[in-house]
T-cell receptor
Framework: QKEVEQNSGPLSVPEGAIASLNCTYS??????FFWYRQYSGKSPELIMF????GDKEDGRFTAQLNKASQYVSLLIRDSQPSDSATYLC?????????????FGKGTHLIIQP | ETGVTQTPRHLVMGMTNKKSLKCEQH?????MYWYKQSAKKPLELMFV???????ENNSVPSRFSPECPNSSHLFLHLHTLQPEDSALYLC????????????FGPGTRLTVL
């Protein structure tokens, strides 16, 4: 049974600080990891993906993957009020497992001005 | 139009009605997906199509019937739904179903009376 776990929050972070969002997954065979941002009433929007252990940076966002610990995180530097949203972690088991993505419940992030 | 589009955006139907949701992607992708998003629950994968072939049916009740006439179009036919089927139904597409990033449409907000 594939599971993706996230703390539902809300996670409250002051504007300008670093927001750290965490995700654990149960399936050691998972190969692809994604972070989506979802504003209230809107559909999920892809912001980062990572396939290899280590860090991947894109602007203010850094995704971190540790396959040994089955852990993936998203760091948002210089947090802005517009970053307030629900962040969904998703994993995919490629090459033999089920198609599609398994999503966590999401972490509700609030950036306080 | 670009990206992934869905129609209608909102739908209210009675339990005895028959309706269809439509999804179209303009990204040249070969895989399409239906997800259900209910309040307080993770995104649930319903169906996966890869190169027009259904590759995943996540134990979805038969009152939901998918159709994929070509790689660009995906339908979800609905009949004799229950009030608990009220949710946001999201369509997504990806290059193929082997772990690539997925892009979501805006969703159809469905209410079953």
């Amino acid at each position: 049974q594939k599971e993706v776990e996230q703390n539902s929050g809300p996670l409250s972070v002051p504007e300008g600080a670093i927001a750290s969002l965490n995700c654990t997954y149960s399936d050691r065979g998972s190969q692809s990891f994604f972070w989506y941002r979802q504003y209230s009433g809107k559909s999920p929007e892809l912001i980062m993906f990572i396939y290899s252990n280590g860090d991947k940076e894109d602007g203010r966002f850094t995704a971190q993957l540790n396959k040994a610990s089955q852990y993936v995180s998203l760091l948002i530097r210089d947090s802005q009020p517009s970053d307030s949203a629900t962040y969904l972690c998703a994993v995919n088991l490629a090459g033999g497992g089920a198609d599609g993505l398994t999503f966590g419940k999401g972490t509700h992030l609030i950036i306080q001005p | 139009e670009t990206g992934v589009t869905q129609t209608p955006r909102h739908l209210v139907m009675g339990m005895t009605n028959k309706k269809s949701l439509k999804c179209e992607q303009h990204l040249g992708h070969n895989a399409m997906y239906w997800y259900k998003q209910s309040a307080k629950k993770p995104l649930e994968l319903m169906f996966v199509y890869n190169f027009k072939e259904q590759t995943e049916n996540n134990s979805v009740p038969s009152r939901f019937s998918p159709e994929c006439p070509n790689s660009s179009h995906l339908f979800l036919h609905l009949h004799t739904l229950q009030p608990e089927d009220s949710a946001l139904y999201l369509c997504a597409s990806s290059q193929d179903s082997r772990g690539n990033e997925q892009f979501f449409g805006p969703g159809t907000r469905l209410t079953v009376l």
